[in-house]
Each structure stands twice: as C-alpha cells, then as structure tokens.
C-alpha cells in the first residue's frame, strides 16, 4: 500500500516538475521613461534622421556602439518611425558634438544614445541592459525626445530542494535544453521597438 502512494505521489510531482519547461522565464521590462517629448505632434515622417555610434559602458567596446546603431538604424525604418535614416560614423562625446556631427552629415535630427550598462548574462539568465536615448533638432540644438528603459531576464535558478532531488533518483537523466539566442542583443531590439513605437505615436495619424 505505501508503495503505492509513494509511486501515486512521484507520478504526480513530476507532472507538475515539467510544467517549468512549458513556462520558460522571460525578459521583464520596465516601462520606458519618457523625460522629454514633443509639446505637439509635429514629429515629421520626412525627417531625416542621423543615428550616431551609442556610447557604451566599460566592459563592451566601441565597435559594438556602431553595431547598436545599426540595429536602432533598422528597427526605424522597419516601424516606418522615419522614412530615411542614416548611420553616421563619428563618436561623439557629449550632445554639443552630437549636434555638431549631425548638421556636417546635412541631416534634420539625430539621435544620440548611450548604453549606461550592460550585462550579458548566462544559459540560466541574468542579462540586463539599460539605454537612454537622445533625439535632437540640429537647426534649433532642441531636445525633441529623451527617453530611457531598462530591461532585464532575472536568474532561472536550478530546484535543488528534496522533492526535485528525490524525483531526479527515480527518473532517466534529463536531455538539457538548446541554449536560446543571446538574451541582451533581442533585449536591445526590444528596447529600440519601444522607442520606435513612441516617436510613432506621437504623430498625428495619417490622412
């Protein structure tokens, strides 16, 4: 008899044990923070926008500046945010310069961002990132948007309590699961949607 429920009560904790695969953890956001933003819906489609290499924290280099430039390049135009957007090569180091290089490159606004800090994380998560976002006027040096969000995928970590240990005993072995993409560049595609979105839906709609 007490075998019986021992093998009954195994059965059913395992069950449950692998309800974890079905609902993997995923990123959590912080809404973005909006510091500035437009006073009227006067943020043009036809604008055209010059995206300079994001400054980056200590532990990621430079070249990954230009490539988070590229990717906020491409969510934009994908949102449709701007119709022309351009990457422009030269690192800035404070606003001043930034509006500086975007009125050389002939463009109407740029955007000026920075990667205050970034950790890549593991398998079991930990990523996080935090990005703050700057969108100037170069003709008037006038702040249109300032926008910052963090986003984070918390630790997934291992069961070691007795209940996992003792179905662990009495179970084949189990195949570890692929690990996933790299969490912080899907993270930083997010964040740039975010932001996209907002610059979209400050505009009036079109006719």
Partial sequence: MYHIVFLSLCVLLAGCANLKHFFPLSACSEAPAVYIRPVSADLSRQAVVGVLPFQMPANMSREQGAGVAALFKDVLLAKQAFQVVRLLDTRFGDINEAILYGRRAKVDLVLAGRINYAIDGADLGGAR????VRLVNVATGNTIWYVEQTMDKPMEYPDVGFVNRLLTAFSAPEV??????????????????NMADLFVDSRDPLP
């Fill in 129 to 132: 990132v935090d990005v703050s």
């Fill in 176 to 193: 570890r699961r692929p690990a996933g993409p790299p969490a912080l560049p899907n993270m930083l595609a997010k964040i740039a949607g």
